[in-house]
């Protein structure tokens, strides 16, 4: 009988040798798929990652060649010396304004006359008309441009500062 219970417990043992074997190869078998996925999600986090910043690069490398094509209109406009139609300035009005007066005879000499006799005050700057003249959409563009910039920039400021989370 003694012989029995020993052989039977030896038995029991054996089994729970075996299942505490399986149950350490299963648990291996699910830790290693655990670690594989979990470096298949941190590599696909990784990747997109990357792309968001080359995204993010693109969009700051467009907005400064904008920024800087705009600068680069608006101080070629503010170059161009030369006021609306060709005029060089106050002078060449004048000039302009004396040759077509000159070719109306009688009238030309009373409009001359009475011109003569009005005084005007005050300071006239050649550069001041063109800036009347320049309310054009490309000029409106510019302005938006570099407003839009202005306030993208205190937005990039506030995120490298830590006042920002993009999502």
């Known amino acids: 009988t003694q012989r029995d219970v020993a052989q039977t417990e030896a038995d029991r043992q054996s089994r729970r040798d075996r299942a505490a074997s399986l149950h350490e190869a299963t648990l291996g078998v699910i830790g290693q798929d655990n670690l594989r996925r979990h470096s298949e999600l941190d590599a696909e986090y990784e990747r997109r990652l990357a792309e968001n910043e080359d995204d993010l690069q693109r969009a700051r490398d467009e907005w400064e060649d904008a920024i800087n094509e705009?600068?680069?209109?608006?101080?070629?406009?503010?170059?161009?010396?030369?006021?609306?139609?060709?005029?060089?300035?106050?002078?060449?009005?004048?000039?302009?304004?004396?040759?077509?007066?000159?070719?109306?005879?009688?009238?030309?000499?009373?409009?001359?006359?009475?011109?003569?006799?009005?005084?005007?005050?005050?300071?006239?700057?050649?550069?001041?008309?063109?800036?009347?003249?320049?309310?054009?959409?490309?000029?409106?563009?510019?302005?938006?441009?570099?407003?839009?910039?202005?306030?993208?920039?205190?937005?990039?400021?506030?995120?490298?500062?830590?006042?920002?989370?993009?999502?």
């Open 70 to 167: 705009a600068r680069g209109k608006r101080e070629a406009k503010e170059a161009d010396d030369s006021a609306p139609g060709g005029l060089e300035g106050p002078d060449d009005i004048i000039a302009r304004a004396r040759d077509a007066l000159a070719g109306l005879g009688d009238i030309g000499d009373v409009v001359e006359e009475q011109a003569a006799k009005i005084g005007v005050r005050g300071t006239f700057n050649a550069a001041a008309i063109q800036g009347l003249l320049s309310n054009s959409a490309v000029d409106r563009t510019a302005k938006a441009t570099e407003e839009t910039a202005k306030n993208t920039k205190k937005l990039v400021n506030a995120a490298q500062n830590g006042g920002l989370t993009f999502v």
